[in-house]
């Protein structure tokens, strides 16, 4: 078969016949209230989008060249009952493990048991300020050769929980000391954007706050970074908005670290968002969960935690878990993904929004510089009263109908009792205390109407 162009016949449409098109089938219905719609993150999204939108664009993104890690994350309770479910999951279809450590007491022997440490990619996401803890990290990746990734971020603590681990100049220290001593991890250092999506940021709001969070670290430490940074980041539900996303991250970091001569490249974990899922009809999360994780893979996430759909309210959810990474397993095995044949690179949408939402974000990112940076304005309060802000939009949109969740807004089954299967508390817990600044709250949607019809179940 001879190779020509199947499409050389037709003769090309340029965009202004599009519109003209498009004007003339609308029969007098105005063009932009009818079909440019207007996003949270004050950008007007056309019908169409064509080689013209990519005219005005001054980069040329790339994917990471690495196919995503199907990552399993296990909360550390009991070393052996991780270090079981760890096995469990690797014969499952994970092929990394993200351990959530709360004490530095752990015993890593225990922890890590028979678990192949040249193979598996390990992420150490630490609940405490431990810098000889790291350093033992460091000791051993040395040793073994393991793939060890260490999310420590003594800021996203303080933005989570409104104190520093000890005091600021103690937690800046113990980061020095771990960025100083640790060139044989992976990633020593990382920043947590999934906070500031369950709390309710925008996308350009997400994109910033990183961007500042990250800087802050910069600010101190970009002579010692010697690791690639870590970031952690919720995808959430509108789908190429969130493909783009993790696309800016990538170019938003590249600027900012260029001007600081650090490692350009950065590594990016992705979940799915807790702020859209619901307890009742709780399957219909894994509908969510699904488009969710192809927004992270498309995006150019390195690694990719699901999260078991009855997670929010079942303390033992095997099965949950069972089928979350099942769905990672298809999207990588049965679709035949890689980076190479990524549908989204040179697409004219994903392209302009990526474009859209990197040059954004830059404008604000340099307002909060311009206002004395991240923690400045967190001490104020600006940072939380702005998420606050587009929280409160986004809920009244729920609240409205105009956001959907099928089983909680929309769809509603009456008969659908849940009560009875609560083995976690679901919903924001309330404790009141003395902080250093005001925490950032991670908030659902549907936590109203879900209180409210448990309270009316009979």
């Given at each position: 078969m001879s190779n020509t162009n199947l499409f050389e016949e037709f003769n090309s449409v340029s965009a202004k016949a599009w519109k003209q098109k498009i004007q003339f089938d609308l029969n007098g219905a105005d063009y932009n209230k009818t079909l440019i719609w207007h996003s949270n993150e004050d950008i007007n999204v056309k019908p169409?989008?064509?080689?013209?939108?990519?005219?005005?664009?001054?980069?040329?993104?790339?994917?990471?060249?690495?196919?995503?890690?199907?990552?399993?994350?296990?909360?550390?309770?009991?070393?052996?009952?991780?270090?079981?479910?760890?096995?469990?999951?690797?014969?499952?279809?994970?092929?990394?493990?993200?351990?959530?450590?709360?004490t530095e007491h752990c015993d890593l022997s225990k922890l890590l048991q028979n678990i192949d440490l040249h193979l598996v990619p390990i992420y150490f996401d630490l609940q405490f300020c431990s810098s000889k803890f790291i350093e033992k990290l460091d000791?051993?990746?040395?040793?073994?050769?393991?793939?060890?990734?260490?999310?420590?971020?003594?800021?996203?603590?303080?933005?989570?929980?409104?104190?520093?681990?000890?005091?600021?100049?103690?937690?800046?220290?113990?980061?020095?000391?771990?960025?100083?001593?640790?060139s044989h991890l992976n990633s020593s250092i990382s920043v947590n954007l999934e906070l500031y999506q369950n709390a309710g940021a925008t996308i350009t709001q997400q994109l910033a706050y990183g961007l500042a969070h990250v800087n802050e670290y910069l600010n101190r430490f970009s002579e010692i970074f010697k690791t690639k940074i870590t970031f952690k980041v919720a995808t959430g539900s509108n789908y190429f908005f969130e493909i783009a996303k993790l696309r800016a991250l990538r170019v938003l970091w590249h600027t900012l670290a260029s001007e600081y001569n650090v490692n350009t490249e950065c590594h990016i974990i992705a979940c799915p968002s807790k702020r859209n899922k619901t307890i009742y009809d709780c399957k219909t999360n894994m509908l969510r969960t699904a488009t969710e994780s192809m927004s992270a893979i498309l995006g150019g996430a390195d690694s990719v935690c699901n999260m078991a759909f009855d997670s929010l309210f079942h303390k033992h959810h095997t099965a949950g878990e069972q089928k979350a990474r099942q769905q990672l397993v298809i999207l990588k095995k049965e679709t035949d993904y890689t980076p190479i044949n990524?549908?989204?690179?040179?697409?004219?949408?994903?392209?302009?929004?990526?474009?859209?939402?990197?040059?954004?974000?830059?404008?604000?990112?340099?307002?909060?510089?311009?206002?004395?940076?991240?923690?400045?304005?967190?001490?104020?309060?600006?940072?939380?009263?702005?998420?606050?802000e587009s929280a409160q939009k986004e809920q009244e949109q729920f609240n409205a109908g105009e956001i959907a969740l099928i089983g909680t807004n929309s769809n509603i089954n009456p008969e659908s009792r849940i009560k009875d299967q609560l083995d976690l508390y679901p919903f924001v817990k309330q404790n009141p205390r003395k902080t250093l600044i005001e925490p950032i709250i991670p908030r659902r949607l549907a936590e109203t109407i879900e209180q409210h019809r448990l309270k009316t179940e009979k």
């Open positions: 169409f989008y064509s080689k013209d939108d990519l005219k005005t664009i001054p980069f040329n993104f790339k994917s990471t060249s690495n196919t995503f890690k199907i990552t399993q994350s296990i909360y550390v309770n009991s070393e052996e009952k991780s270090n079981n479910l760890a096995q469990i999951a690797l014969q499952d279809g994970a092929e990394a493990l993200a351990f959530n450590i709360a000791v051993m990746a040395s040793e073994i050769k393991a793939s060890f990734y260490v999310n420590f971020d003594i800021i996203g603590h303080l933005t989570e929980d409104g104190n520093w681990y000890n005091t600021l100049n103690a937690d800046h220290r113990a980061l020095e000391t771990v960025l100083k001593n640790s990524n549908p989204v690179n040179g697409s004219y949408y994903i392209e302009t929004l990526t474009h859209q939402l990197a040059e954004k974000s830059l404008a604000l990112f340099k307002d909060l510089e311009a206002q004395g940076g991240f923690l400045k304005l967190l001490k104020g309060g600006l940072i939380q009263k702005k998420i606050k």
